[in-house]
T-cell receptor
């Protein structure tokens, strides 16, 4: 069965520092992986996805993610965090019906 | 605004009552998904539609839940005889513009959700 795991409930970063939000996956077949962000009282917003090809995927708002097949990971990264990046981040893998299977989420807190 | 919309945004009901939520997907998107999100968890898949056809239901979707998508446009999710365990955020998402072949890695666009509280 497809699944993703986000091992950190919360990540704290100082503004201007690089950030990493971790995600590992378990799939049968080719993984299609996604990152979404959720701000309070707003819906999930798509950030980026990995399909195939380059292991470094660039997405919205300066975020990128690194796909690592040997470690079955898809970590979200940003070189310089902003206070406005503070939100809940979800990693997801495509399920058998085209649905998304989400991790539990990681709360990112960026302090000035 | 041409995004996914959901109504109502909040619903408070008493246990045993029926509730209905509405989702309006992005115009001409032929796939529509319903998810449920509880506090501290990621969204969990409930069901999805390809146009007006409901193609899959998760085991989370008990027989008290029913979803429709008449004419392949908006969708409704009804919960009958609500229980306190039904309290959650119900999210709707759409993908795949009409006329395009479904691609399994198309991103989904989510609405703001309907927060249900069952007292």
């Amino acid at each position: 069965a497809q699944s993703v795991a986000q091992p950190e409930d919360q990540v704290n970063v100082a503004e201007g520092n690089p950030l990493t939000v971790k995600c590992t996956y378990s799939v049968s077949g080719n993984p299609y992986l996604f990152w979404y962000v959720q701000y309070p009282n707003r819906g999930l917003q798509f950030l980026l996805k990995y399909i195939t090809g380059d292991n470094l995927v660039k997405g919205s708002y300066g975020f990128e993610a690194e796909f690592n097949k040997s470690q079955t990971s898809f970590h979200l990264k940003k070189p310089s965090a902003l206070v406005s990046d503070s939100a809940l981040y979800f990693c997801a893998v495509r399920g058998s019906q085209g649905n998304l299977i989400f991790g539990k989420g990681t709360k990112l807190s960026v302090k000035p | 605004d041409t995004g996914v919309s959901q109504n109502p945004r909040h619903k408070i009901t008493k246990r045993g009552q029926n509730v209905t939520f509405r989702c309006d997907p992005i115009s001409e998107h032929n796939r529509l998904y319903w998810y449920r999100q509880t506090l501290g968890q990621g969204p969990e898949f409930l069901t999805y539609f390809q146009n007006e056809a409901q193609l899959e239901k998760s085991r989370l979707l008990s027989d008290r839940f029913s979803a429709e998508r008449p004419k392949g446009s908006f969708s409704t999710l009804e919960i009958q005889r609500t229980e306190q365990g039904d309290s959650a955020m119900y999210l709707c998402a759409s993908s795949t513009p009409s006329g395009q072949v479904f691609i399994s890695y198309n991103e989904q666009f989510f609405g703001p959700g309907t927060r249900l509280t069952v007292l």
